[in-house]
DNA sequence: TTGAAAGCGCTAACAG
DNA sequence: CTGTTAGCGCTTTCAA
């Protein structure tokens, strides 16, 4: 209503105007700092309600020298576990006044080859360039696939928060994934498989704790391990994967998969070659996603916990932006293994067809 | 190497001292401009590397008096169609240089009461407060449950593009969900079915043009329409809702569900309850999420496209950012009704137990 | 209790 | 082609 210029914003200066007082009151005020009268204080408070002012958090952070803003490098948010990391970053951020800034990788998953190979830096590594100039204090990362080292040296730029995958000397919220994978292969093994083929997806250091678990439970039992890598992490990898699995010759009798998404894969093509899950096929899948406790579908999974991930991931990153100088945290949570409907003892009619 | 303070990030007056030139030539190099000399220009950008210079965005915007940043507000990632819609729009903004910022609502689906009713604004509205003080230049809004009106309102202060719901004078892309209702109980009744329910989720102005078409389509055909409201969106307000309605007198042989995750819902506690679907219960869900698509869910669904709409929305935004004054855009798309098992004509058992 | 002044990192006229 | 100067909106000494 007594807005000057009425499509720009209202400044501090405009409030301090109105009210008859300097910028400085108008600041304190607004912080609540000691050194305004209480009358002052809620004059200004009125009138910059009136004048619909916002306080510039841009401008905040410039003059004081800090970065409240945390960056969230995410790049799936189609896999459920991902969106359960988010979920639980955004509850502990929530109370606080953190913008949470978004950044992203340079590709994504699956089709597709690793494009032209410019320069130096290849595939799809992380670029916290923009979180960066964005000046945030810290990003959280669930989905980085660069090698330990290369995070390493980004976290020299701005510190980062590892979810769901540890890297030495970073901050690190993760789960077991080897006795997560361990668990899942050997209730495979006391069922009785021996024809286990574990699916995973396209190598990266730091990703590969779930296969190295799979390969090391086999040995143990004398088995061979069979690993086969899909071409991404989503249902269609899996698919692809799969296809080329079961048609095949000395078709297992049971799949350990990397994720749930793959071991739906999977499950698409079993059942489209007739066969039956969990009689012809056992499976195992890895998240415990809502998908794999539906009726009719009952994948025995791995629970990770992810929204706890990302609750402990947000609540080191504010950690982190207090305590700049802490030593890394590195939080290992133990999964749990969810046993469904589709393991069972293999069949006998396992020979071809 | 050459850093004068070890944690200080190097600003353009670093650059242009170890140069030897003007900050103005640093920021006119770096932005591409006219007026510096090749020869400066490579000096300048070499020695940014060299110190590892990264530009303030929020700085630039500050100065500039623009804002380049767009909010996002989205509620619930965990359902598949917003993970979507965050795709799209992800896509759309990622060849730009546009920061994507988070907001959030004050609470959240299903479960507690509307808590203590403070002041004026009561529930779960949203609260654009935190995105606006960040200044972005537009807010795209996934999940804005507020009344039309209220919409109108908030767009006061800051653009906002409405995804996947109308609302008239705001920038909208959204799909005719009147239509895809309409289809989806059209097929159930060409089927021969009588007695349809529809489950919808709590009651908000713009949210219920699904249940508004299902109301039509039954009075249409001259059949009572039979709503109930679940608590909420999710898997668990759909059994919620479902237990009263399956266990009930008069049970449908048909259920129109607002989404798919209601849908699933429904179908956990029919199946839960020794009945088959579709034999004894016809399903429809909305959204045709990949779960819909499952073998052994095979729920028949209406897909709304929601990436093809995040896209949509990224690039209204976009153009939004560009002309402030253009006329509100209004997309609408059609939606698909995709048919898969879980509809049939209703089974001759239809009477009690 | 209040205000003046300097500065955060950057942009944008306007002069040389 | 290059540098000077004045802000952007806010915080923060330091005096009054």
Redesign the interface.
Known sequence: MTTADPRRPATQSDVARAVGVSRTLVSFAFRGAPGVSEETRRAILEAAKRL?Y??????A??ARKRAS?VG?HLL???N?VY??I??GV?EAL?PT?H????G?ARSSDGVGGRGGEHGGTGGDEADL??L????VGVVIAATLIDPDERVRELAL?VPIVSVARRVEGVDSVYSDDAAGSRAATEHLLALGHTRIAHITGPYHEGMHARRRAFDAAMHDAGLPPRVVAAPGHS?AAGEEAARALLAGPERPTAVVAHNDQLA?GV??VA??LGLRVPEDLSLTGYDDS??AG????GLTSVDLGAHALGVAAGMAALNRLAYPNAPAVDECSLPRLVVRGSTAPPGRSSSDS
Chains 1, 2 share one sequence.
Do not use: K, Q, S, W
């Not at 960066?132 to 000046?135: D, F, G, L, P, S």
């Open positions: 619909g916002r306080p510039n958090v841009a401008a952070d410039l803003a969230l799936d948010l189609r459920e969106a359960d988010f979920a955004r929530a006044a913008r949470i800034i978004l992203v360039g923009p960066i100039e964005a000046r730029d249902l739906l499950r698409e059942l489209g809502r998908t539906l009726a009719g579908i």
